[in-house]
């Protein structure tokens, strides 16, 4: 485990299913803003690089990061985009410290996707235009099928789904940023309208506005910002073939290899327990048992067991998604692998609020998904 590179500003705005009263920007300049007022950097000065994650098809227009610099201070300063997850956004920033690029980086991502009026369309449009898309139908139903399959597979049941979103949804209402903390039960979900047989509506995570900046730093600058740094020991990525027809439907190959380059990069050999708490993408409810069981954090056929006895719960043996997930607290598209990260770095500060978790923790896995149809994926370790 090499201490090289921490999280040392965490800044987010509050996560709602619609956002009038802002712009994409103005999202933007606050949770930058927050995350600058939390490392105590002035951004002009001390701040040597800008990443921002997203895609042009979720902005609605093209070339989307010659509209960045501005609000998040990086007007005439090295500022990239990633095309993809937030997460692999920490990845570059990790890269660009490790190879003496830069000494300090801001890593932004963000959801503005109530302006977007043709979210099943965008989603259409990344299927293979010969052999997918002409299928029709809203593409949510691959994540039926996959779905179908898993439970199949790994012995894990519709009844273990709708406790993933019982669990979730009640831990969302202990976080502020929240949008859908609710109290449900199992018959509640088992009762809610199937959707993409057998994904029911509440299997579904809904979409949310809102903006994440997380400001890392060298081992040097780390100690000289703050006195509680959030060292990022692992990370890794990975793209699973984009063919539908080639994909072993049963697991998640792509967080099966992220999470091994992660582990390997932090030292961890025995997973489930090695690690004190996950924060996993649960965009859809089986999601959360198929990538505890690809990260190692349950074995094969395993996850549903372990989570009848409790030991995901927040006060379980292993909490996962103690901050609601994208279940409790939305769908953050691209933003929602930062989302992920920024809720484990919270964790390990002792900052997480009323979600925060009794017992101390000293490590936690972050791991993400770009959600359909993808099958890419990205994880971080992070310790104190």
Not at 173 to 191: F, I, P, R
């Amino acid at each position: 485990m090499k201490k090289n590179v921490a999280v040392v500003g965490i800044g987010n705005t509050a996560f709602r299913p619609k956002t009038d009263e802002y712009s994409w920007k103005e999202l933007m300049y606050e949770a930058a803003s927050r995350a600058y007022d939390d490392a105590g950097l002035n951004v002009r000065r001390d701040i040597d690089s800008f990443i921002t994650c997203a895609e042009d098809y979720w902005e609605g227009f093209s070339i989307y990061d010659e509209f960045v610099p501005d609000q998040i201070g990086a007007a005439m300063r090295s500022c990239c985009t990633v095309t993809g997850d937030g997460i692999q956004g920490l990845a570059l920033a990790y890269m660009q410290i490790m190879s003496g690029a830069a000494e300090t980086v801001a890593v932004e991502s963000h959801s503005k996707i109530s302006d977007l009026l043709t979210y099943d369309d965008v989603l259409a449009f990344a299927l293979d235009p010969i052999y997918n898309r002409p299928l029709g139908g809203h593409p949510h139903y691959i994540a039926g099928m996959e779905m179908r399959r898993f439970l199949r597979d790994s012995k894990c049941t519709e009844k273990d789904c709708a406790r993933v979103v019982v669990k979730n949804r009640t831990n969302a209402l202990k976080n502020a940023s929240s949008a859908y903390g609710t109290k449900l039960t199992e018959d509640d979900v088992k009762k809610s309208a199937q959707v993409f047989s057998p994904l029911r509506q509440l299997d579904v995570s809904n979409l949310v506005d809102g903006g994440i900046v997380m400001v890392l730093a060298s081992a040097e600058r780390a100690k000289q910002i703050t006195d509680n740094p959030i060292w990022m020991t692992g990370v890794g990525w990975s793209s699973d073939t984009p063919w539908l027809e080639n994909r072993d439907w049963g697991r998640a190959e792509y967080a099966q290899l992220a999470t091994k380059m992660a582990y390997k990069m932090a030292g961890i050999k025995n997973p489930s327990s090695d690690i004190d708490f996950a924060e996993v993408d649960d965009k859809f409810s089986y999601k959360e048992l198929q990538h505890i069981e690809a990260a190692r954090l349950a074995r094969k056929g395993e996850a549903g067991k372990q989570l009848r006895k409790g030991r995901f719960d927040a006060q379980g043996r292993l909490p996962v998604n103690v901050s609601g997930g994208s279940l409790g607290c939305g769908n953050l598209i691209e933003a929602a692998g930062l989302h992920r990260a920024m809720e484990v770095a919270l964790q390990l500060r002792g900052h997480a609020g009323r979600h925060q978790i009794k017992k101390v923790v000293k490590r936690g896995l972050a791991l993400s998904w770009r959600s359909v149809p993808t099958a890419s994926g990205a994880a971080v370790v992070m310790e104190v």
